[in-house]
């Protein structure tokens, strides 16, 4: 190859050519009425199909209008607030319990939770030689592709990967589900040896554990944790299990499905659609616009101050240059997000026993003023509601864990409902997501090369 060949120069001018010839005018969309998003004009989303799963309510229609109400998450219809009363009354971690019911769609018997709860731990174990040769060999500095690839790279040790019947793929679902959450620690703590420079640690599973103690056993040193810790982190997992079927990793997940693949590929899928920053990856946004301001603001407490930094981050001024509050808004939710409720509440109180409390008003006064400021700077005449985002990173930080497991963490959770959305496409769908797109290309006569 000759020493005057540049890669990057050559690469760099084919960019300049995708770039100019990408353009599609924006009234083009009207004009075929085509729905960016999958997004109706009010707002709400393009029906794709039915599921008995989850639902998602932040508004009723009424004389054609969306009204606006305060945001429920209903769990095989079972109100999220409900779910998360019951075992806060009876003093016992849920997102086990939680699993079973989105699989299968009824809540478990004590005897059927235990027995749930052991099949869950007896596979959480990985196969021999797992961590070595996929693991450790290909260091990864994003968690979310780390966990993607494991996911996939899984496939071949199973022995009969590519059925698609109902009991192999929840055979399939409950081993993922199980093993998730170790396929993350191990590769946080390849990531801290490799790229910090950090000593590892790796701790023998212990069956009795809950998921969410599982956790916090493999992340912290001395494996020390209070029941009130893992208790909040079992409700981080309850909160983010699912949401609906028209979440893009969800909905991902089920295009994916839908064509006849794998569960391991259906499931990294849902991974890589998470860790985009419009879904999943806000979390992490949220945390650094938080640094970002207590940065530039001299007290995080003054509301005058932090809605005169918020106003920048509208303007394109500060931030990270989108106009976008992180935390703020939702696609469904109108009043408020139940999800964020729970996560504020639980939040405010832990924050005030280990002093975070200046970062627990700071983001209570985000949630206030923000909806004045986009009204006022935007002009946006709706009600915008904080996320769930906004709260979540404030609780792992105060449980200990790293902004590097953010999103992951969202993962763990969400991947139950992942699993029973892809077990409801095959059993009630047989059918491959298709969807149309209209073309915009002139019809052009071909030209030999030499007169190019």
Same mark, same amino acid.
């Not at 509301?303 to 696609?331: C, N, P, T, W």
């Given at each position: 190859?000759?020493?005057?060949?540049?890669?990057?120069?050559?690469?760099?001018?084919?960019?300049?050519?995708?770039?100019?010839?990408?353009?599609?005018?924006?009234?083009?969309?009207?004009?075929?009425?085509?729905?960016?998003?999958?997004?109706?004009?009010? #707002?709400?989303?393009?029906?794709? *199909? &039915?599921?008995?799963?989850?639902? @998602?309510? /932040?508004?009723?229609? !009424? +004389? %054609?209008?969306?009204?606006?109400?305060? #945001?429920?998450?209903?769990?095989? *219809? &079972?109100?999220?607030?409900?779910? @998360?009363? /019951?075992?806060?009354? !009876? +003093? %016992?971690?849920?997102?086990?319990?939680?699993?079973?019911?989105?699989?299968? *769609?009824?809540?478990?018997?004590?005897?059927?939770?235990?027995?749930?709860?052991?099949?869950?731990?007896?596979?959480?174990?990985?196969?021999?030689?797992?961590?070595?040769?996929?693991?450790?060999?290909?260091?990864?500095?994003?968690?979310?592709?780390?966990?993607?690839?494991?996911?996939?790279?899984?496939?071949?040790?199973?022995?009969?990967?590519?059925?698609?019947?109902?009991?192999?793929?929840?055979?399939?679902?409950?081993?993922?589900?199980?093993?998730?959450?170790?396929?993350?620690?191990?590769?946080?703590?390849?990531?801290?040896?490799?790229?910090?420079?950090?000593?590892?640690?790796?701790?023998?599973?212990?069956?009795?554990?809950?998921?969410?103690?599982?956790?916090?056993?493999?992340?912290?040193?001395?494996?020390?944790?209070?029941?009130?810790?893992?208790?909040?982190?079992?409700?981080?997992?309850?909160?983010?299990?699912?949401?609906?079927?028209?979440?893009?990793?969800?909905?991902?997940?089920?295009?994916?499905?839908?064509?006849?693949?794998?569960?391991?590929?259906?499931?990294?899928?849902?991974?890589?659609?998470?860790?985009?920053?419009?879904?999943?990856?806000?979390?992490?946004?949220?945390?650094?616009?938080?640094?970002?301001?207590?940065?530039?603001?001299?007290?995080?407490?003054?509301?005058?101050?932090?809605?005169?930094?918020?106003?920048?981050?509208?303007?394109?001024?500060?931030?990270?240059?989108?106009?976008?509050?992180?935390?703020?808004?939702?696609?469904?939710?109108?009043?408020?997000?139940?999800?964020?409720?729970?996560?504020?509440?639980?939040?405010?109180?832990?924050?005030?026993?280990?002093?975070?409390?200046?970062?627990?008003?700071?983001?209570?006064?985000?949630?206030?003023?923000?909806?004045?400021?986009?009204?006022?700077?935007?002009?946006?005449?709706?009600?915008?509601?904080?996320?769930?985002?906004?709260?979540?990173?404030?609780?792992?930080?105060?449980?200990?864990?790293?902004?590097?497991?953010?999103?992951?963490?969202?993962?763990?959770?969400?991947?139950?409902?992942?699993?029973?959305?892809?077990?409801?496409?095959?059993?009630?769908?047989?059918?491959?997501?298709?969807?149309?797109?209209?073309?915009?290309?002139?019809?052009?006569?071909?030209?030999?090369?030499?007169?190019?």
């Amino acid at each position: 190859m000759s020493n005057e060949f540049d890669p990057k120069e050559i690469l760099g001018g084919f960019t300049e050519k995708i770039g100019s010839r990408q353009e599609i005018r924006q009234s083009d969309f009207d004009r075929y009425n085509i729905k960016r998003g999958l997004r109706n004009a009010d #707002g709400t989303g393009v029906m794709a *199909g &039915i599921t008995k799963i989850s639902s @998602v309510e /932040g508004y009723y229609i !009424e +004389d %054609r209008e969306r009204v606006p109400k305060n #945001g429920k998450l209903i769990y095989r *219809g &079972i109100d999220l607030y409900d779910l @998360v009363a /019951g075992c806060k009354e !009876e +003093d %016992r971690f849920g997102y086990e319990e939680l699993i079973y019911l989105l699989l299968f *769609g009824a809540l478990p018997s004590k005897k059927e939770l235990e027995d749930f709860s052991l099949l869950l731990a007896s596979y959480r174990e990985l196969p021999d030689d797992f961590v070595e040769d996929v693991i450790m060999r290909a260091p990864s500095p994003n968690i979310m592709n780390k966990m993607g690839s494991s996911v996939n790279a899984l496939y071949a040790y199973d022995e009969n990967p590519d059925d698609i019947s109902l009991g192999n793929v929840l055979r399939q679902s409950v081993m993922l589900i199980a093993q998730l959450p170790v396929i993350m620690s191990y590769a946080y703590q390849v990531k801290r040896r490799f790229y910090y420079k950090k000593s590892m640690y790796i701790h023998q599973i212990k069956p009795e554990q809950k998921t969410a103690e599982t956790i916090l056993n493999s992340l912290r040193s001395d494996r020390k944790f209070t029941d009130a810790e893992a208790k909040l982190l079992d409700l981080c997992l309850m909160i983010h299990a699912d949401h609906g079927g028209g979440n893009n990793s969800t909905f991902t997940t089920r295009c994916v499905t839908s064509s006849g693949t794998d569960t391991y590929s259906a499931i990294s899928a849902g991974i890589a659609s998470l860790k985009g920053f419009r879904h999943g990856g806000a979390n992490i946004k949220v945390a650094e616009m938080v640094e970002q301001i207590k940065e530039s603001v001299n007290d995080i407490t003054d509301e005058d101050e932090v809605e005169a930094f918020l106003r920048k981050i509208v303007r394109k001024q500060a931030g990270d240059g989108s106009g976008l509050i992180y935390g703020m808004g939702h696609a469904v939710y109108t009043l408020s997000d139940p999800r964020e409720v729970l996560l504020k509440e639980n939040a405010e109180t832990l924050a005030k026993e280990k002093g975070f409390w200046d970062d627990w008003t700071l983001l209570d006064i985000i949630e206030r003023v923000s909806p004045r400021v986009f009204k006022e700077e935007k002009g946006l005449d709706k009600n915008i509601c904080a996320n769930v985002d906004l709260y979540s990173g404030l609780i792992y930080k105060i449980l200990g864990i790293p902004m590097d497991l953010y999103t992951p963490m969202f993962a763990i959770a969400r991947v139950s409902g992942w699993c029973a959305h892809r077990i409801e496409e095959i059993a009630t769908s047989n059918k491959i997501i298709r969807p149309g797109y209209k073309s915009m290309a002139k019809n052009t006569a071909y030209i030999p090369i030499d007169l190019r």
